[in-house]
């Protein structure tokens, strides 16, 4: 199902970014993070892994790819380790709306798999091009901007000296409260994972935060390190 909920058009990386509170742990006082005009009170890295890992367990329950752990040879061939794969599945319609993380994520798994590079750091470090000081602050805004493209988030702009054009999202109370309608379904989604697979689970969450983490100003651009 490309929503969380029949008749929905929240996809499960929203439904967690919407109501983040029930998913990751506070930030910290000190730690808040405001993306364009929206204040994230949550951990932004336990957020951005885990909307990341259900846009992926979505796609892999819509049909459209696999996740499979294999071997793989590092450092130069002189270790072998276990890696996770998207494997793309053909033969399905993609039912998921082009402005979203999980579109996003089915796309670069597909164009990776020509180049057996489909592994998930490779997937999510190939969803956005700039680095910087704060990639996982990076990693949830995509999910907003997508959500804002959509429509699910409200969209202002004003002008700044007269030169400069900002932009502010905020969310809807309505797409909130039917994001916390939704939360226990994402969160079963995410537990069936972790309990059923927990290797799976694990190097998913990995992958996910290496991906990110690759977009560190002056991390190695290694993805066998």
Not at 25 to 37: E, H, M, Q, V
Not at 50 to 73: D, I, M, P
Not at 117 to 134: A, M
Request: proline share 7%.
């Amino acid at each position: 199902m490309p929503s969380s909920a029949p008749g929905s058009s929240l996809l499960p990386s929203e439904v967690i970014f919407l109501a983040r509170d029930q998913f990751a742990p506070p930030a910290g006082r000190l730690n808040y993070f405001r993306s364009s005009g929206i204040e994230i009170k949550a951990s932004v890295p336990e957020l951005a892994q885990l909307s990341y890992a259900a846009a992926f367990l979505a796609v892999e329950k819509a049909g459209l790819l696999s996740l499979n752990l294999r071997s793989k040879k590092a450092l130069l061939g002189l270790r072998t380790v276990d890696a996770l794969y998207a494997d793309p599945l053909p033969g399905r319609a993609d039912p998921f709306p082009s402005d979203c993380l999980e579109s996003r994520l089915r796309e670069a798994a597909f164009d990776l798999s020509a180049k057996q590079q489909h592994e998930i750091p490779r997937i999510v470090h190939g969803l956005w091009s700039s680095d910087s000081s704060n990639p996982f602050g990076d990693a949830v805004g995509l999910i907003q901007s997508l959500m804002a493209a959509r429509g699910v988030l409200a969209t202002t702009s004003s002008k700044r000296l007269k030169l400069f054009t900002v932009v502010s999202h905020s969310e809807p109370p309505l797409v909130v409260a039917e994001a916390a309608a939704q939360a226990t379904e994402v969160q079963a989604m995410l537990a069936g994972c972790r309990t059923e697979r927990p290797e799976v689970w694990k190097q998913l969450l990995d992958g996910i935060a290496k991906g990110i983490r690759k977009h560190e100003k002056d991390d190695s651009p290694d993805f066998d390190d």
